[in-house]
Structure formats: C-alpha cells, structure tokens
C-alpha cells in the first residue's frame, strides 16, 4: 500500500524568505507525485506535478526516488503563497488519489 | 466553465439518520471520485467511478456508505445509519478518462461538511 507523509503541520516563514515544504512517500512501484494547494475559502486545486517538471508560481519540486522524497520550495516567499498544501501519489497505472497530511503555510509580512 | 459542484454545502443529521450527498461533475468527465477529509487530516479516497460503474470502491469505510453514478453524469453518496465519527468533509473530484500512460487532472468540488450530532 502506498503512503504520504508531510512531516511538518505548519510552517511559519517571512516574505522573502525561502520556503520548503517536506514530502515522503512509500510505494514499491513507480508513482507519481503532485502537489495539491487549498487558499482560504478555495477549493483544492492542482499546484504542479513531477511529471511536467515546471515551476507554477515559483513553486518546484523534484522527485528523488532514491530517497522517495518530492520536496515543494520556493525561494522567496510571497504573502498570497499562504495556504494548505497537500502532497500526492498515484500509482503509476492507478487513478485514486493518496494524500498526505498536509502542511500549512503562513507567510507574515 | 463550471466547476465540480456539490450540494448540500453543509448538512447537520443526528445519529443513525441516512443522508445523501450529491456530486454534478465537469460536463463530459467520465471519471468521479469521491474523498473523505476528516478534521486536521487530507483527503482520503473513497470510490472511483469511470461511466456508471465503481471501479475501485476500496476506500468504502463499511457497508453504511454505498454511492451511485446511474447515467454516467450526478453521483449521490449515501450514508446509513450514521455515526459521529462520519463528520467530515466529503470531496468530489471528476476528470477526463484516464488514457494509457497519461493523466488528466482531478478537479475538486467545494465540499460537504457533514456533522453528525
């Protein structure tokens, strides 16, 4: 069975500062990954996938299969960057979604 | 266009009530899934439809919670006998097919809170 966890419930950072959001994962297969945002009063909404290897908003990730890792990060931290973000895996062949915990953000001023 | 929408947007029920939960995909989505989101906690995955029939209903709690897609298009989600532990939010999301080797994006509807007293 496959797994995410997002170690961290909440990062608190500065405008400006850089920001990453931490994601492992735990699946014998060849998965892939995605990064979910929710803004305040939003529906969830796709953020970025490993697969297309694009920056969305300033956001990367890389998949690390060695270390089965799909670390978020933003190297300056913008206010309206504040939000829910959850991480995702879906088999390789599958359809369903498995999301971990989620992380929110909070970029102050 | 419009969105995935979902309706009610909140529905307070007392124990061992049954309630219904209802789904309006993307037009032309054939695929539909539902989530479950409990406090502080994300999505988890419920059941899958592609066209009128559950392709992965794996995520189903118990046999309290049975959904349907009769034309293909609006899925219902019910809830028998229900239990406090049943409050959450229930998510929808559709998409396109999934081809061989692609993918095609879940868009996600605004949720029901469901509490249960």
């Known amino acids: 069975a496959q797994r995410v966890t997002q170690p961290e419930k909440l990062l608190s950072v500065f405008k400006g500062a850089p920001v990453e959001l931490k994601c492992n994962y735990s699946?014998?297969?060849?998965?892939?990954l995605f990064w979910y945002v929710q803004y305040s009063r939003q529906r969830l909404q796709l953020l970025l996938r490993?697969?297309s290897r694009e920056s969305i908003k300033g956001f990367t990730a890389d998949l690390n299969k060695g270390e089965t890792s799909f670390h978020l990060k933003k190297p300056f931290a913008q206010e309206e960057d504040s939000a829910m973000y959850y991480c995702?895996?879906?088999?390789?062949?599958?359809?369903?979604?498995?999301f971990g915990g989620g992380t929110r953000v909070l970029v102050k001023p | 266009g419009a969105g995935v929408s979902q309706t009610p947007s909140n529905k307070v029920t007392e124990k061992g009530k049954y309630v219904e939960l209802r789904c309006d995909p993307i037009?032309?989505?054939?695929?539909l899934y539902w989530y479950r989101q409990s406090l502080g906690q994300g999505p988890e995955f419920l059941i899958y439809?592609?066209?009128?029939?559950?392709?992965?209903d794996s995520g189903l709690p118990n046999d309290r919670f049975f959904a349907v897609r009769p034309e293909g298009s609006v899925s219902t989600l019910k809830i028998q006998r229900t239990e406090r532990g049943d409050s959450a939010v229930y998510l929808c999301?559709?998409?396109?097919?999934?081809?061989?080797?692609?993918?095609?994006?879940?868009?996600f509807g605004p949720g029901t809170r469901l509490t249960v007293l």
């Open positions: 999301a559709s998409s396109l097919s999934r081809l061989a080797g692609g993918y095609n994006e879940q868009f």
């Open positions: 699946y014998s297969g060849s998965p892939e």
């Open positions: 490993h697969i």
């Open positions: 995702a895996l879906r088999r390789a062949a599958g359809n369903k979604l498995t």
């Open positions: 037009s032309g989505h054939t695929a």
């Open positions: 439809f592609q066209g009128t029939g559950a392709a992965d």
